[in-house]
């Protein structure tokens, strides 16, 4: 992470954590953890076309089925994420 771009901003609601990196770190994150310590953190994954892939490969299609089942998959594609909105296309 790189601290000076990195801040935190609270109110009575909500609260905001930005976070940015470091300048030799490339490419996008996959997940991130939070939670009140160490020993009880959670995780969550950012939106993306192998999140979204890897999720519904585990809902759709259990460990279980069949390889010509897998094939039959439909593809889905992130178009655009913003705060109140998901765009996804299925084919």
Not at 43 to 54: A, H, I, K, Q, T
Not at 62 to 69: F, G, L, R, T, Y
Request: glycine share 8%; charged share 20%; net charge negative.
């Amino acid at each position: 992470l790189a601290s000076p771009e990195t801040g935190v901003s609270v109110s009575a609601h909500n609260a905001a954590v930005g976070l940015a990196k470091a300048p030799g770190c490339a490419g996008p994150w996959e997940k991130f953890c939070f939670g009140p310590d160490a020993s009880a953190l959670q995780e969550r994954l950012f939106v993306s076309e192998e999140n979204v892939d890897g999720f519904l490969g585990t809902v759709l299609c259990p460990s279980v089925c069949s390889q010509s089942a897998l094939e039959s998959q439909p593809l889905i594609e992130v178009l655009g994420v913003t705060e109140d909105r998901i765009q996804i296309r299925l084919k």
